[in-house]
């Protein structure tokens, strides 16, 4: 049943008695009332530098490129590019050997302009773009504010919380179970028998 | 014409003098009511302070809660004249919403009505589904709901520490922003942000409500209602408060409608309109609650509205949380939302759709045009959407209720005390974020 107006007023709501009129009562409450919640109440506070606040796992702090075995997992498909409200990505490509055919040559994000939407997260099809735990930036200046590959570049080690949180969270097929088989996630069709032999192995 | 004539930028650049002008202009030109609608000034007696005088309130004043300008004619110190300033903050959202596609513009929503982006990110979707008719699976509702009424608590408790802040009791502002505190963990929690919480998808929601986040939030209404109990015992009966806020900035219920006032505005005067009633959207036709009103129309009246607004929107939340079904929480259709991230990683057609789903996005078809509003905090937030057959939507308005809850401040203010300019300001609640757009 959905909700109905009432007037849901009580009597003498506005009518104050003689007691309330008089003032002092209720300055004297309100001064108890605060003087009690200096005592009783928790603190809210950090003192920040010092004091570090570690967020939960499915915090989107400023987004990070995966690094595997020394490499980037990123095939540079420009996708996060597009995906992004802010067009803060860029990037250029190139073909190079092995199974995942390319890579970025560069790889930019401005992080002036990124509002840490999480959407290059959600839209990557390698899980080579993550939102990471860092949460203050500074700068001195809008160049330095612009990460190459050098500072995008996070051990997958280290992103191991967010990427077991994806796995947990986001990645489950939504609707119908779905069966996968792992042999589709293949990444070259140049040679077929090495990669499936290496998905074998891998399993 | 020469080239030196097409440079000649004085037009432009003379912007803010003439603006000022007809600001200036308009304030001298503005028949107030004032003379009708107010007491006639009938007694003699000299007043030392019977003088008239314009005065700027704002853009940058802290009162002003944002960057609204009041631009006041004073009689003494009863405001004989007023005429708002709006546009400090405008950022063309609407314009912007043209060169995005529909999932690209949810982000800029949280910037809206920064108090409660939650449930600007459910309007823009809901707006967004009923344009492009996307079916949004059961627990994804629910879960909207459950955040959108958190949304609504937390800017009600903003606006009842502000309000009482400008009115004098700055420590209320510090007890409620505790529990606002509290609620930005939740919302940190379920939704992965403090503030910007870009949580909705279009067809869903982007990460389920985990174990965690029910803790969290049951713990929290568990705690509040209390707390909300102890702020009434101190606040309903103080009489420093009510006579700060009884009688002032009085919006009878014809005016409040013919101003086109929303929200708690509306229902302080005694119009009992409210969207999650009268066009029920997700759940909110299958639960309980009460919406509740006042008559007076006056300051003190907004305030028990929004207070209880806070009580019910446990009472609602409560309910959610016991009826949140197991599920989906994205539309399976994966021509109009991402498919889940184990079929992109794993096949071909997963990979398409993704790809696709961000390119072009879900398409309405072409000339298809729909309005959503929701009952968001501040009032009706409502979108419309023109289709062109493209994933970006041709037209894109907004109708947010700062907007409109701003055109009854001019008139609530003339013949108000300058003194009490500050508690009106306060008890309207505009968010100019969102009046600006
Ligand atoms: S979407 Fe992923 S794989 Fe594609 S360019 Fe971006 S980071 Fe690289
Ligand atoms: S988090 Fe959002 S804004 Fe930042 S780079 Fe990713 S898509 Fe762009």
């Known amino acids: ?203 | 014409m020469s080239i030196i004539e097409q440079l000649d930028f004085s037009k432009t650049l003379s912007y803010w003098p003439r603006h000022n002008e007809a600001i200036y202009r308009r304030l001298e030109s503005k028949h107030a009511w004032l003379e009708e609608r107010h007491h006639p000034d009938d007694d003699e007696a000299v007043d030392p302070l019977d003088n008239e005088m314009i005065l700027n309130i704002g853009p940058q004043h802290p009162a002003t809660h944002g960057v609204i300008r009041c631009v006041v004619k004073l009689d003494g110190e009863t405001i004989k004249k007023c005429v708002l300033d709006i546009g400090y903050l405008h950022r063309g959202l609407e314009k912007l919403a043209e060169s995005k596609t529909y999932q690209e513009f949810m982000p800029y929503t949280d910037r809206m009505d920064y108090l409660s982006p939650y449930s600007n990110n459910v309007a823009w979707c809901l707006a967004v589904e009923k344009l492009a008719a996307i079916e949004v699976p059961e627990r994804a509702q629910w879960i909207r709901m459950i955040m959108s009424e958190l949304a609504r608590i937390s800017s009600h408790l903003l606006w009842m520490g502000v309000s009482l802040m400008d009115a004098g009791a700055v420590s209320v502002f510090l007890w409620t922003f505790q529990f606002r505190e509290d609620l930005y963990n939740i919302f940190d929690e379920v939704t992965g942000a403090r503030l910007t919480v870009s949580h909705s998808r279009i067809g869903g929601l982007v990460t389920d409500l985990g174990e965690k986040g029910i803790e969290m939030i049951e713990d929290f209404i568990e705690r509040f209602p209390v707390a909300v109990g102890e702020w009434e015992k101190l606040l309903n009966r103080n009489r420093i408060w009510i006579d700060r806020v009884d009688g002032v900035g009085v919006l009878t219920a014809e005016e409040a409608v013919e101003l086109g006032m929303t929200g708690a505005n509306l229902r302080g005067s005694g119009v009992g309109h409210d969207i999650r009633r009268f066009e029920p959207y997700l759940k909110y036709d299958e639960v309980d609650f009460t919406i509740p009103i006042r008559t007076e129309g006056d300051a003190l009246a907004r305030y028990f509205v929004r207070m209880e607004e806070m009580k019910e929107a446990i009472i609602i939340i409560r309910q959610c949380l016991d009826r949140l079904p197991e599920g989906e929480i994205r539309s399976d259709d994966a021509k109009r939302s991402y498919p889940g991230k184990d079929e992109v990683y794993y096949s071909m057609e997963g990979l398409i759709h993704d790809f696709m789903v961000t390119d072009t996005g879900v398409c309405p078809p072409n000339g298809a045009e729909a309005y959503h509003a929701i009952e968001a905090p501040k009032g009706e937030l409502g979108f419309f959407l023109q289709s062109d057959g493209t994933g970006r939507p041709c037209r894109v308005r907004i109708n947010s209720p700062s907007f409109s809850n701003l055109q009854g401040l001019e008139s609530m203010l003339e013949g108000g005390m300058m003194g009490d300019m500050v508690v009106m300001i306060a008890t309207v609640d505009p968010v100019l974020g969102e009046a600006d757009k």
């Open chain 1, 1 to 203: 049943m959905p909700g109905k107006p009432v007037n849901t007023a009580t009597k003498n709501e506005r009518k104050l008695n003689f007691w309330e009129r008089l003032y002092l009562p209720e300055v004297l409450k309100g001064l108890g009332w605060s003087i009690r919640k200096i005592w009783k109440e928790p603190s809210y506070t950090f003192q920040y530098p010092e004091e570090q606040w570690y967020p939960s796992d499915n915090y989107r702090g400023r987004p990070v490129l995966v690094q595997e075995e020394g490499k980037t997992r990123c095939v540079s498909c420009n996708l996060c590019a597009r995906a992004c409200p802010p067009m803060a990505i860029s990037m250029e490509s190139r073909e190079i050997d092995g199974p995942k055919e390319r890579e970025p040559v560069w790889f930019e994000i401005d992080m002036l302009r990124c509002i840490y939407c999480g959407f290059c997260e959600e839209v990557c099809p390698e899980e080579a773009i993550v939102m990471s735990k860092e949460y203050d930036l500074t700068f001195q200046d809008r160049e330095e504010a612009i990460f190459g590959l050098d500072r995008l570049l996070v051990p997958k080690e280290r992103l191991a919380d967010r990427l077991a949180f994806l796995r947990k969270q986001q990645n489950p097929q939504f609707g119908s179970t779905w069966e996968y088989p792992r042999e589709n996630n293949r990444h070259s069709l140049r040679d077929l028998t090495t990669d499936a032999e290496s998905i074998q192995t891998e399993q």
